[in-house]
């Protein structure tokens, strides 16, 4: 039994010893990630909307590029019909 009281008292020494912070720091640490973490869905939508922007803006240029080619072909092949004739 005494050891174990021994033991208790230095647990609980060591635990004064190397506490990281108050209750009030704890708290106010419990806080901002909570703070945090009520941000984050906000923070993931826009960055999603971000990437959304881009990439229809990518398939845009993509779309606008091959109706370009499309028609200088169709101009070319116009072109070409009307020398043989």
């Given amino acids: 039994m005494t050891k174990f009281l021994l033991g208790f008292g230095i647990g609980v020494g060591l635990a004064m010893l190397f506490a990281p912070a108050s ?15 009520s941000d984050l869905p906000r923070k993931k939508a826009a960055q999603m909307a971000d990437m959304s922007k881009e990439k229809a803006g990518q398939v845009g240029a993509d779309v ?7 028609a200088v072909e169709a101009v070319k092949q116009n072109l070409a019909g009307d020398q043989t004739a």
Avoid at 64 to 70: D, K, L
């Fill in 23 to 37: 209750g009030e720091e704890t708290r106010g640490r419990i806080l901002h990630k909570a703070q945090d973490l």
């Fill in 64 to 70: 606008g590029r091959r109706a370009a080619e499309g």
